[in-house]
Nanobody, 125 residues
Framework: RLVESGGGLVQPGGSLRLSCRASGWTADSYHIGWFRQAPGKAPEGVSCLSSSGFSTGYADAVKGRFTISRNDAENTVYLEMNNLEPGDTGVYLC????????????????????WGQGTQVTVSS
């Protein structure tokens, strides 16, 4: 099970930190991804972290602004989002893919099997 938190309303240029807590299994056994879903659209990859914790992937639109990280003691993966833009608005979901499968820095949402419920991020003045 994955539970996201940390979303909210923020002005352009602001920051948020999203959390994805895994329960029932350890986060380092899975590749973890963050995805954004706009109304009526399929989720798109934002960032992902390999199970080893050594490899990361980011969508071009967020490179240099977002950072993904993991705290093994808390069994939680974070997405630090800085310099937020209105285009970052959406429901942010985290998802997991077993370490037994290959990892891709492109963060393809179709390859992730376990999904959280999401947290809303709204960037607006």
């Amino acid at each position: 099970r994955l539970v996201e938190s940390g979303g909210g309303l923020v002005q352009p240029g602001g920051s948020l930190r999203l959390s994805c807590r895994a329960s029932g299994w350890t986060a380092d056994s899975y590749h973890i991804g963050w995805f954004r879903q706009a109304p009526g659209k399929a989720p798109e990859g934002v960032s992902c972290l390999s199970s080893s914790g050594f490899s990361t992937g980011y969508a071009d639109a967020v490179k240099g602004r977002f950072t993904i990280s993991r705290n093994d003691a808390e069994n939680t993966v974070y997405l630090e989002m800085n310099n937020l833009e209105p285009g970052d608005t959406g429901v942010y979901l985290c998802a997991a893919r077993s370490y037994r499968y290959s990892w891709s820095e492109d963060c393809p949402p179709t390859e992730y099997q376990i999904w959280g419920q999401g947290t809303q991020v709204t960037v607006s003045s």
